[in-house]
């Protein structure tokens, strides 16, 4: 019975380091196994969350009567086998949609749903709160089936492309082979860090935070690479082309759009005479000039390429426009520093309001024409698009081929 009193112990301090530390590495890998098993979750449940917001936006741009299936749940059977085939391009199981009231309209997918119809809370609960809801669920049954074994259920806020919520979407999302690669790739840095931490405490946290803070980052860049001009930190050209494409989906809802395509006069001079790193920043100079000159929460501004830049101001009036484009000329105004240099920019601006029936390529078109009107004419300012450009273009290469 001596063999537990504590002057047993304290006769072996090493045999005490030894079970006090193996008490304390337990813990701490209980700790970051705990923790590791919540990020695992919590990645599951934002991945699941962001592939059913991106499916519910899909059904109504690839389905022109979606918003009649939360009221009849009527849908014409070409409809259901494009809804079935992109399933699984993010992974989507099956899918219900309910009314405002909560009540179930349609139903697809590979399994079967309850089809009792009655009311469904959850549901509810997310069509008048607007914040998704999801439930992650582990099915043992299927794992020996070979079948997905861990999904998300999510209920999303069915919402038009006009922002109307007109019921709720309740969607299945495998998230199976994301929560295995999370798992195995947490399981190598669980251990790295149940290491580090027996040895310091400190080190294998901010390693981990750090780590975490390079991903995002990793992804961030990969975003900026993708979607941003590297040099000015505004949209691209495939940015700007695919809000484009969006915009003139629809033909009843592609007028109103105004486009200022606008062009850095004597551009390769200031290359020429002040080097290209005047030069970059003359352009970095004009895109923040057009971002502080346009509506901030509406308007968009991209560079098109060396020295043209883009601008697109939805929902604007003629009035409206002419303001706008007014002060981007006025703030052209403004002299751009480099070294013990000072440069003000001149800048040829072709302005386009579209009208019905306008497509992207004769917005930009119009646009561009207005700016090689705009140069003819001495560069240094504004011109609006007007009929009798069309000819103008032909006319100067007629008489230069002549």
């Known amino acids: 019975m001596q063999l537990f009193s504590l002057p047993y112990w304290t006769k072996r301090p090493l045999v005490l380091a030894v079970v006090a530390g193996g008490l304390l590495l337990a813990g701490i890998a209980g700790a970051v196994h705990v923790l590791l098993d919540w990020q695992v979750l919590n990645s599951i449940r934002h991945n699941a969350e962001v592939k059913a917001m991106t499916w519910s936006e899909r059904l109504f741009k690839n389905v022109p009567n979606a918003e009649s299936m939360f009221e009849e749940g009527a849908v014409a059977d070409a409809d259901i086998l494009r809804l079935v ?48 809801k999801l439930f992650v669920i582990h099915d043992e049954v299927a794992e020996y089936s070979g079948q997905p074994d861990t999904f998300v259920e999510a209920y999303v806020p069915a919402v038009t492309p006009d922002g109307r919520r007109v019921g709720t979407i309740e969607v299945y999302v495998d998230v199976s082979p994301l929560e295995e690669a999370l798992e195995s790739a947490f399981q190598q840095i669980g251990w790295l860090l149940v290491l580090g931490t027996a040895i310091v405490l400190a080190i294998p946290a901010a390693a981990y935070v750090h780590r975490t803070s390079q991903l995002r980052k990793k992804d961030r860049k990969l975003l900026e690479l993708t979607r941003y001009d590297q040099l000015t930190g505004i949209l691209n050209r495939n940015s700007i082309s695919e809000i484009l494409d969006d915009f003139f989906a629809d033909p009843e809802t592609a007028n109103g759009l105004g486009v200022l395509f606008v062009d850095v ?7 020429d005479q002040y080097g290209h790193a005047c030069g970059d920043l003359l352009l970095k100079h004009i895109a923040g000039i057009l971002r502080d000159s346009t509506r901030r929460n509406s308007d968009i501004v991209g560079r098109f390429g060396g020295d043209e830049f883009v601008v697109l101001a939805p929902d604007i009036t003629r009035d409206e426009f002419r303001k706008l484009y007014g002060r981007v000329m006025e703030g052209a105004k403004t002299p751009c520093a480099h070294e013990d240099k000072s440069y003000v ?11 019905e029936g306008d497509t992207e390529k004769t917005a930009l078109h119009r646009a561009d024409l207005a700016v090689y009107a705009a140069k003819r004419r001495g560069r240094g300012q504004v011109v609006e698009y007007s009929e009798d450009l069309e000819g103008l273009f032909k006319q100067d290469l007629a008489r230069q081929t002549a």
Not at 104 to 125: H, M, P, W, Y
Not at 265 to 271: G, I, L, R, S, T
Not at 345 to 355: D, E, F, K, N
């Open 85 to 132: 085939d992109s399933f699984a391009m993010i992974d989507i199981l099956k899918f219900q949609l309910f009314d405002m009231h909560g009540h179930r309209t349609f139903t697809a997918g590979d399994a079967d749903f309850d089809q009792e119809d009655e009311l469904n809370k959850n549901a509810l609960e997310v069509f008048f709160s607007g914040k998704p």
């Open 265 to 271: 006069d004597y551009f390769k001079q200031v290359n």
């Open 345 to 355: 920019p001149s800048l040829s601006v072709g302005a386009y309001l579209t009208r």
